[in-house]
Structure formats: structure tokens, C-alpha cells
């Protein structure tokens, strides 16, 4: 089994801060991927990476960075939280190869309150 | 533009009765679709996919290219059905990446 770790399940923060959220999987899979999931939004896609030091945009990547300096590890990075950043932040991984590399294995979520 | 809508935010019906969650894309090329469920308190996971033509927990879904959809469909609900469902759309030649729709949250009553 795919097996995705998120660092934190519940994180709170301050206004101002920068916020560090880990991700790590352990099936040596190609891409990786930070979701926001908002009520209403659907799961929206903020940055992923399709190999070690290599990443992309997505929809919104506004306020968001992101670091893979290891295969396994993809950190989303929040310079200077905002109470508008406040969500559930869900990271994905796939293999990128083959019939099922497309398919998404995702972590349990991070859900972060910014005060 | 690559786009997933589900009209749907919530969709409640009576145990026993049919279920139809709603699937309209806008795609240009060949998509690949997919439906992922959220169980409470369980992480996103793949339900099914429309390129594997498989029945998984007696839900199916056929792609209509005609009318660009992938409606997920159920003959009997049940209690245990009820969860976030998202619509996902793989386009060709991308990075892997998926387009989601809003989700519809499916709730089965007793």
C-alpha cells in the first residue's frame, strides 16, 4: 500500500508566521502534489512536483512555495500566513508511470487555523 | 478550458433508493475520469476510474462523451455510502496532474 504522511493533522498559527507543511510517501513515486480543500471549492491545486528539485504551478499558488529536495519529501511553505489561508491542506502522490500512474494517493490532510 | 463540474453540493436521499451524483466536463481531447470518495474522518481515495469499466461497491460510471459526462450512479444506497464524492478529470499529455469538481457531499438516511 501507498502510504502518504502529512506531518501535522491540526495545525494553528499566527497571523505573519511562515508555516512549514511536510509531506512524505514511501513508494518512490515521481510526482507530488498540495491540494487546498475548501467547502464548496472542491480540492484546488496549489503547487506539484514532478521530480526532485522540480516544480510547477497551479491554480493557486499565490502566497504558497514549495521545496522537494528528496524524492520523498514535498514541503509546502506559507512565507507569511493569512487568516485566508486557513483550510485543509491535502498532499498526493502518483507513480506518473504506466496505466495507474495517474491514479492519486493522498495523505490524511492537514487542517491549519490561522489566527 | 479544462473543467470539472459537479452541480451538486449535496444530494440526500432514503436508504434503498437509487443514487445519481452528476459529472460534466470540458475537455478537448481524450479525458480520463475518475471518481475519488471521502469517508468521514477517512482520507480521499480512489473509487473508480472509467477506463477500468469495474463496478466497486456497486457504484458504475460510463463516460458519455456526447454529452460530457461521468455521472456515478448506484442502484440501492446505503448508509455506508454516505460521504464527499469528487469528480476528476486526467487530461492526455499532461503532467499527471487531476482537475477536480466542487465535490457533492452524499448523505444516506435511515
Known amino acids: 500500500d501507498v502510504k502518504v504522511t502529512q506531518s501535522s493533522r491540526y495545525l494553528v498559527k499566527r497571523t505573519g508566521e511562515k508555516v512549514f507543511l511536510e509531506c512524505v510517501q514511501d513508494?518512490?513515486?515521481?510526482?507530488m502534489f498540495w491540494y487546498r480543500q475548501d467547502p464548496g471549492l472542491g480540492l484546488r491545486l496549489i503547487y506539484f512536483s514532478y521530480d526532485v528539485k522540480m516544480k510547477e504551478k497551479g491554480d493557486i499558488p499565490e502566497g504558497y512555495s514549495v521545496s522537494r529536495e528528496k524524492k520523498e519529501r514535498f514541503s509546502l511553505i506559507l512565507e507569511s500566513a493569512s487568516t485566508n489561508q486557513t483550510s485543509m491542506y491535502l498532499c498526493?502522490?502518483?507513480?506518473?508511470?504506466?496505466?495507474?500512474?495517474?491514479?492519486?494517493?493522498f495523505g490524511a490532510g492537514t487542517r491549519l487555523s490561522v489566527l | 478550458a479544462q473543467r470539472v463540474t459537479q452541480p451538486e453540493k449535496l444530494l440526500s436521499v432514503f436508504k434503498g433508493a437509487p443514487v445519481e451524483l452528476k459529472c460534466n466536463y470540458s475537455?478537448?481531447?481524450?479525458?480520463?475520469l475518475f471518481w475519488y470518495v471521502q469517508y468521514s474522518r477517512q482520507r480521499l481515495q480512489l473509487l473508480l476510474r472509467?477506463?477500468s469499466r469495474e463496478s466497486i461497491k456497486g457504484f458504475t460510471a460510463d463516460l458519455n462523451k456526447g454529452e460530457t459526462s461521468f455521472h456515478l450512479k448506484k442502484p440501492f444506497a446505503q448508509e455506508e455510502d454516505s460521504a464527499m464524492y469528487y469528480c476528476?478529470?486526467?487530461?492526455?499529455?499532461?503532467?499527471?496532474?487531476?482537475?477536480f469538481g466542487q465535490g457533492t457531499t452524499l448523505q444516506v438516511k435511515p
Open positions: 498526493a502522490t502518483s507513480s506518473g508511470a504506466g496505466v495507474k500512474g495517474v491514479i492519486q494517493y
Open positions: 475537455y478537448s481531447g481524450s479525458p480520463e
Open positions: 513508494m518512490d513515486h515521481e510526482n
Open positions: 476528476a478529470l486526467s487530461g492526455s499529455g499532461n503532467t499527471g496532474k487531476l482537475i
Open positions: 472509467h477506463i
